[in-house]
């Protein structure tokens, strides 16, 4: 493993770890201001001097109830996301070796380019806090340039690379924006179509994945989402290391309470 791809797997895991702590600390925060406004209503209560402030303070507190019941239903249930996806590779150098001596070539340096994909997932929401989900992946359009240093000439290869796994997602909130945090395991298969007369490389092994994000209720029953992970591949597949940011709509069959 190159130098190159040591630092950015590490920018990769300190990025992840940030994107872990904020929404944590923004809830802990939100906990404590929440406990500072309903001590400050107590000491408020204490202080009404008459009937007619207490009446008005019944009256205000009524019409905060009945704003926050507009979030009335359960979050367990069924649910059906469809997604799109942004992924720049983060072991490149290794994944320029491959394709290299896949297309049979001498001394090269490359490039590898980011790819858009698709994919989609069924999950079901246990708990308020906790859901688990089948997820299918593909980036279907992993560009390699490479040089070859000997003749001067360029090549392009293209890679392939499918995910299917099963997450855990823990939600840190409750109400319309849901902050999260997943990890998954599963299967992941690639194919390395090179440049040239060199044959197809077709490899597959274990992934793991590791990820924050946030889920947002339009209405009750749809919901946009955005997410950030790692996909640490291992075995045949282990040169296909990515960051991944997923945006997509989810639709959700949930019972009310």
């Given at each position: 493993?190159?130098?190159?791809?040591?630092?950015?797997?590490?920018?990769?895991?300190?990025?992840?770890?940030?994107?872990?702590?904020?929404?944590?600390?923004?809830?802990?925060?939100?906990?404590?201001?929440?406990?500072?406004?309903?001590?400050?209503?107590?000491?408020?209560?204490?202080?009404?001097?008459?009937?007619s402030?207490?009446?008005?303070?019944?009256?205000?507190?009524?019409?905060?109830?009945?704003?926050?019941?507009?979030?009335?239903?359960?979050?367990?249930?069924?649910?059906?996301?469809?997604?799109?996806?942004?992924?720049?590779?983060?072991?490149?150098?290794?994944?320029?070796?491959?394709?290299?001596?896949?297309?049979?070539?001498?001394?090269?340096?490359?490039?590898?380019?980011?790819?858009?994909?698709?994919?989609?997932?069924?999950?079901?929401?246990?708990?308020?806090?906790?859901?688990?989900?089948?997820?299918?992946?593909?980036l279907?359009?992993?560009?390699?340039?490479?040089?070859?240093?000997?003749?001067?000439?360029?090549?392009?290869?293209?890679?392939?690379?499918?995910?299917?796994?099963?997450?855990?997602?823990?939600?840190?909130?409750?109400?319309?924006?849901?902050?999260?945090?997943?990890?998954?395991?599963?299967?992941?298969?690639?194919?390395?179509?090179?440049?040239?007369?060199?044959?197809?490389?077709?490899?597959?092994?274990?992934?793991?994945?590791?990820?924050?994000?946030?889920?947002?209720?339009?209405t009750?029953?749809?919901?946009?989402?955005?997410?950030?992970?790692?996909?640490?591949?291992?075995?045949?597949?282990?040169?296909?290391?990515?960051?991944?940011?997923?945006?997509?709509?989810?639709?959700?069959?949930?019972?009310?309470?």
């Amino acid at each position: 493993m190159s130098q190159r791809t040591r630092m950015r797997r590490i920018a990769v895991w300190l990025a992840l770890a940030l994107a872990l702590w904020l929404p944590l600390a923004a809830a802990a925060a939100d906990s404590g201001d929440s406990d500072d406004d309903e001590q400050a209503d107590v000491h408020a209560d204490k202080g009404s001097a008459s009937k007619s402030d207490a009446k008005d303070a019944d009256e205000e507190e009524g019409g905060e109830a009945e704003k926050s019941s507009d979030w009335t239903i359960t979050h367990k249930g069924l649910y059906l996301i469809g997604q799109g996806s942004y992924s720049f590779m983060t072991a490149d150098s290794d994944l320029e070796d491959k394709a290299r001596d896949a297309s049979e070539l001498g001394s090269t340096n490359g490039h590898v380019e980011d790819s858009w994909g698709y994919g989609g997932r069924i999950g079901y929401r246990f708990l308020d806090w906790l859901a688990v989900e089948a997820q299918a992946k593909v980036l279907n359009s992993i560009k390699i340039k490479l040089h070859d240093q000997a003749n001067g000439t360029d090549s392009r290869s293209k890679a392939t690379f499918f995910t299917a796994m099963a997450n855990a997602k823990g939600y840190l909130m409750t109400e319309r924006f849901q902050p999260y945090v997943l990890g998954g395991a599963g299967y992941g298969y690639a194919v390395l179509d090179p440049s040239g007369e060199g044959s197809k490389d077709k490899s597959g092994g274990f992934v793991a994945q590791f990820g924050v994000g946030a889920d947002y209720y339009v209405t009750d029953n749809l919901g946009l989402m955005t997410e950030l992970s790692y996909v640490w591949p291992s075995g045949g597949v282990n040169d296909y290391d990515n960051v991944t940011i997923s945006f997509g709509a989810m639709l959700r069959f949930y019972g009310e309470k």
